[in-house]
């Protein structure tokens, strides 16, 4: 490991980076670029952490800031749709919404675990009135899965293997979206 990565695994390793994690997992899911996955996995690196209860912690500070995404959305919606309405747009969210309706759980399973902005979904899911206790569930189990999983491979490979499928994720997760996207549309 470079005396870079070598660092930030260090620094990450402080009992301050808890707090940190908490922070960022749950502005992640509402506006922040940054994935959480950039902080879990030095975390998890660098040993000085029980790697369970940090990803738990991730997953439901995730989880919570989503269902604060989900109210925004559901509550600036009154302010959007006269907008909508007025740009001649109001089929298209109508479609857009009975879309989301009908294949939501796909969506945000696909949001919950992969590089997508998850924000987006978690704002859209309140702005098209999506059952919050099923949009609760998905999230729970697709952040979950997607912390415990970079939290295992951090855990059990270590940095190299990680960057490995940090570069290949994306090409994995769009292949995954269009095999689901076939298999429905089929």
């Known amino acids: 490991m470079n005396k870079y990565l070598e660092l930030i695994v260090n620094t990450c390793g402080s009992v301050k980076s808890i707090l940190y994690l908490r922070v960022l997992s749950f502005t992640e899911s509402i506006f922040f670029p940054i994935p959480t996955d950039a902080l879990l996995a030095p975390m998890v690196i660098s040993g000085k952490h029980n ?5 738990l912690s991730a997953t439901i500070w995730s989880v919570l800031g989503g269902i604060v995404g989900y109210y925004l959305g559901f509550y600036l919606f009154d302010n959007i749709e006269p907008l909508i309405n007025d ?12 879309y989301f309706q009908k294949y939501g759980i796909v969506f945000l399973i696909i949001a919950a675990f992969t590089p997508v902005p998850y924000k987006v979904f978690t704002i859209s899911a309140g702005v098209l009135n999506y059952n919050i206790i099923l949009f609760i569930v998905i999230s729970l189990f697709g952040r979950g899965a997607r912390f415990f999983l970079v939290s295992f491979i951090c855990l059990k490979y270590g940095q190299y293997l990680l960057g490995v499928v940090n570069k290949y994720l994306l090409l994995i997760s769009i292949l995954i979206f269009v095999l689901l996207a076939i298999a429905l549309w089929v």
């Open 87 to 98: 740009l001649g747009k109001y089929d298209q969210y109508l479609a857009a919404k009975n």
């Open 51 to 55: 790697w369970v209860s940090i990803t």
